[in-house]
């Protein structure tokens, strides 16, 4: 049980354009969902928290309306990276909590030319 | 910020040799935990510490809670090729998880 799916896996994409990462809790319900980034060699960093059916909160320095969450349901948290740049390319990872545990997604790699 | 340092930021040991992580808070935790990350994948949880000094084992692998609450180590017995990845400690303040810097340890056969 716990297990947590991440679409894409991969994606590539043009300078400019928006890219949207969907997260789901298959087997269990999850009112909180978390979103990291993690740039090759380094740590995983916490971008914001998603909050079934309210804001997100976003950590200090990442850029609300960069990347915008959007958890509408018990399963369901997306994250979209708006007017994507180089620099945005990375590793984009989610985790859902579940009793105080956070059970991660598989990741997706996004490129941007 | 709180911060989360560990020590070594790279370990490469003969599979067989021991192998130790350490991880520092600046801050006093209430919780630690620990992943592993094989290359290119995602972090997997291995344990939690809650209480001062605590010491739990997990076949090879030994994880340590300091008395202050704010350094923890992570232990690996007689390495093998498998152990192969990026070990985090991730502190935990209310639900998120600061992760640690990470140490990345190359087994070689």
């Known amino acids: 049980g716990a297990v947590v799916s991440q679409h894409p896996s991969w994606v590539i994409c043009k300078s400019g354009t928006s890219v949207k990462i969907e997260c789901r809790s298959l087997?269990?319900?999850?009112?909180?969902m978390f979103w990291y980034r993690q740039f090759p060699k380094q740590s995983l960093m916490l971008m914001a928290t998603s909050n079934e059916g309210s804001k997100a909160t976003y950590e200090q320095g990442v850029e609300k309306d960069k990347f915008l969450i959007n958890h509408a349901s018990l399963t369901l948290s997306t994250l979209t990276v708006t007017s994507a740049h180089p620099e945005d390319s990375s590793f984009y990872i989610c985790s859902a909590l579940r009793y105080n545990e956070q059970f991660f997604g598989p990741g997706t790699r996004l490129t941007v030319l | 910020g709180q911060q989360v340092m560990q020590i070594p930021q790279y370990q490469h040991v003969q599979e067989g040799e021991d192998f130790t992580t350490y991880c520092n808070s600046s801050t006093t935790l209430s919780n630690i935990q620990w992943y592993k990350q094989r290359p290119g994948g995602h972090p997997v949880f291995l344990i939690q510490?809650?209480?001062?000094?605590e010491v739990k084992k997990q076949k090879r692998l030994t994880f340590q809670f300091g008395e202050a609450k704010k350094n923890s180590s992570l232990h690996i017995t007689a390495t093998q090729t498998t152990d192969v990845g990026t070990y985090f400690c991730?502190?935990?303040?209310?639900?998120?998880?600061?992760f640690g810097t990470g140490t990345r340890l190359q087994v070689f056969p």
């Open positions: 991730a502190a935990v303040n209310t639900d998120k998880l600061i």
């Open positions: 510490l809650v209480k001062s000094g």
């Open positions: 087997d269990f319900q999850a009112t909180t």
